[in-house]
């Protein structure tokens, strides 16, 4: 049956992934399987799209697709040992209001086991440091889809230093208005501009690849 | 007008004209690069850029003088009031009162997905869209058999917090104070274009039009639930595209006047869908649009925004000639070689260098995408991204300008 749902995962049949995994997740050992499956499924979700043979849709509609799912399966994980990567802070940064590339790239980090905390959108620079006081994250990922939100990130990360914190994350910024001169100039760890990349570079700023 | 202004400004009518009909003219048409950096220069703050008509006239000008170009960049001034224009385009005469909201039309209508600087904001932001999903997936049989009743009867409610009850005396209250506004607003306008003519800029604008998914997915459904609509509920995805086409064409046409010949279309879904998707639910009420709009006099600018890359050959399938190809992250070469003798390129310039590269660098940069760029004409220099924030060093906007000068002509 893991092999059924992998398939109709990565083939964007949703209908059949979900019928198979309640099934799968009501027998022994089930809800680790499907959770085990879907991560893998979207590894190779992530893979396509970066091979320039999926599109964006096919990663909202996987997004949505592995959400429905683990909506029925975390719960039957109560008690189970889940493995986490580690854990990152994520925002859009202040200024820039863009969710979906933010979404996806959240829903991508999840599947591949880091336990991400969403601060949402328009984030000011003092709640970046709130949240990083409050959950102590290995990794902090900012998004940036306006020009604007370029002086945006540097002076988070200003903020970031001047409260001391700098030395304890690492940081990888993502979203349309990133670059390797964007890093250097936000003073950045990492950046990607599609989400397959940052779940990749965030698992190697993990020590985790 | 004065003579010299006058001939000045028929020359950049025709560069621009001569690159969209395939020529070479006698220098790259060159859009000019605004935005928010436009109140900066002035020393004013982006709260009075979008409250303040004469400021933000005053601002305009100075850059405008400051930085001149074959387009006068009038910067990013509001936000669209898209369902508005549709629910309110059997009256043609309304299009400039109901089609933009700016700070003070904001605060008299208080529009959902509108926040202002100096309001909701800090005072030096720029304004920003953030949508919602207004349109439940059940209502598609609504907007598909009336879209105009629709969006007047159901969305605009929705939307415009004045039109919660149409009615309400609120609601009237409010259509009224609009007026008066923009009488206001249009004296202001009217000095600005005055102003621009002295300084060799013919009266006119860009008309708009949307891809018709990208009117559901922006303004109606959210374009993540949209995305999920592609595989749920298909059929009724593509019927409402052609339902919405009609109307949106008449709102393009509403916008039409003198000087107003050019339809601009930006692009959101573009570069979410897969080729099959494009094909099936995107490209085909486009591309009849941009056909239709040729029909009724109109050339259509194409903004193809983020990448277009899997979907460039389909531009092929207008007759050449048809309008520009405006794009922002596709490489503009990459076009060039596709759709030379066919469609005018527009772009090239990359905002993120202007922001924070070096006059020296910028300089090299403009001269190797001119060079490459120019030979055999049908191309139009412009920035990918129409707005340079407040921040952005203005001895780099200085250098692109002086650089366009320098290698910009034939
Ligand atoms: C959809 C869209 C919108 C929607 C947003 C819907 C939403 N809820 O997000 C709406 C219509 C609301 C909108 C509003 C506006 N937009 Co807009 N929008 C776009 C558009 C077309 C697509 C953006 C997008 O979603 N891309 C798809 C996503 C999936 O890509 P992505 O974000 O890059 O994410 C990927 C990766 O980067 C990565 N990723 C994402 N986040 C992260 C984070 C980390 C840590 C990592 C590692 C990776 C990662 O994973 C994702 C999947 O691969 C772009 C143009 C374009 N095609 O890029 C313009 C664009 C971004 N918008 C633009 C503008 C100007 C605006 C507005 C100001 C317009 C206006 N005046 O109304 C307002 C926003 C105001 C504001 N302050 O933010 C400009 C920005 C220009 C600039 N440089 O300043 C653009 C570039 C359009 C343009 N060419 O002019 N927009």
Redesign the interface.
């Given at each position: 049956m893991r092999e059924e749902l992998l398939r109709s995962f990565v083939d964007?049949d949703?209908q059949e992934a979900v019928r198979i995994a309640r099934e799968l997740v009501e027998t022994e050992g089930g809800a680790v399987a499907v959770l085990d499956t879907c991560k893998e499924a979207m590894e190779e979700v992530g893979r396509l799209f970066e091979a320039?043979e999926?599109?964006?849709?096919?990663l909202?509609?996987a997004g949505?697709m592995f959400n429905q799912i683990m909506e029925f399966t975390l719960p039957k994980l109560q008690g189970e040992e889940v493995a986490s990567l580690g854990t990152m802070v994520l925002g859009t940064v202040q200024?820039d209001?863009h969710n979906?590339g933010k979404?996806i790239f959240k829903v991508m980090a999840e599947a591949s086991g880091i336990n991400v905390i969403d601060i949402g959108i328009?984030v000011p620079h003092e709640k970046f440091v709130e949240a990083i006081k409050e959950h102590k994250p290995e990794l902090v990922g900012m998004c940036c889809l306006?020009?604007?939100g370029?002086?945006s990130m540097k002076r988070t990360i200003e903020v970031i230093k001047e409260a001391g914190l700098r030395d304890d994350i690492k940081i990888i910024i993502g979203g349309?208005?990133v670059?390797q001169?964007?890093m250097e100039?936000v003073g950045a760890d990492a950046w990607a501009d599609d989400a397959a990349r940052g779940v990749r570079l965030s698992k190697e700023l993990l020590g985790k690849e | 007008m004065a003579v010299d202004a006058k001939q000045l400004a028929a020359e950049r009518a025709a560069r621009l004209k001569a690159a969209v009909e395939l020529k070479e003219p006698d220098r790259v048409p060159f859009t000019g690069i605004g935005g928010?950096v436009i109140a900066a220069y002035a020393g004013i703050t982006s709260y009075e850029f979008n409250f303040d008509y004469e400021k933000q006239c005053q601002a305009i000008i100075k850059y405008v003088k400051d930085f001149p170009s074959d387009q006068p960049v009038i910067g990013m001034t509001g936000l669209g009031n898209h369902v508005a224009s549709m629910a309110f385009s059997d009256y043609p005469d309304l299009y400039p009162i109901i089609s933009r909201v700016d700070g003070p039309t904001n605060d008299i209508l208080g529009v959902d997905y509108c926040r202002f600087p100096g309001r909701e904001l800090d005072e030096n932001?720029?304004p920003?869209?953030?949508g919602r999903e207004y349109m439940s997936a059940e209502e598609y049989d609504e907007l598909i058999a009336d879209p105009v009743k629709f969006c007047f009867e159901k969305i605009l409610p929705r939307i415009v917090r004045a039109f919660r009850d149409m009615k309400a005396p609120e609601a009237h209250a409010a259509m009224a104070r609009l007026a008066l506004e923009k009488a206001k607003a249009g004296a202001a306008m009217r000095d600005m274009f005055r102003q621009l003519q002295e300084l060799g800029y013919a009266p006119g604008g860009l008309s708009v039009f949307f891809a018709p998914l990208d009117f559901i997915g922006d303004q109606l459904r959210d374009?993540?639930n949209l995305?999920?609509d592609?595989?749920r509920y298909p059929d009724k995805v593509k019927a409402a595209t052609e339902a919405v086409l009609e109307p949106l064409l008449k709102v393009s046409v509403n916008a039409k006047g003198p000087g107003v010949e050019t339809a601009m279309i930006p692009l959101h879904l573009n570069?979410?869908?897969?080729p099959a998707?494009y094909n099936e639910f995107y490209w085909p009420t486009l591309k009849e649009g941009i056909l239709r709009l040729a029909e009724l006099g109109m050339k259509s600018q194409v903004f193809f925004e983020?990448r277009h890359d899997?979907h460039l050959e389909t531009i092929l399938e207008l007759p050449a000639g048809w309008g520009t190809a405006y794009f922002e992250?596709t490489d503009v070469r990459k076009a060039k070689k596709l759709l030379q003798g066919h469609t005018c390129i527009m772009g090239g310039i990359d905002?993120?260098m202007v922001?924070?590269s070096t006059p020296a660098k910028l300089d090299e940069y403009i001269k190797e995408i001119l060079g490459e760029m120019m030979p055999g004409g049908g191309f139009i220099l412009a920035p990918n991204?129409g707005?340079?924030?407040?921040?952005t060093p203005i001895e780099n906007i200085r250098a692109v300008y002086e650089a366009v000068e320098k290698y910009g002509k034939y």
């Open positions: 964007m949703e320039g999926y599109f964006l849709s096919e909202i509609a949505d200024g209001v979906i979404d328009d306006i020009t604007l370029v002086d349309g208005r670059s001169a964007v100039h | 928010d932001s720029s920003q869209f953030i374009i993540p995305i999920k592609l595989r570069e979410y869908l897969s998707l983020g899997a992250k905002v993120g922001i924070s991204i707005n340079l924030p407040r921040e």
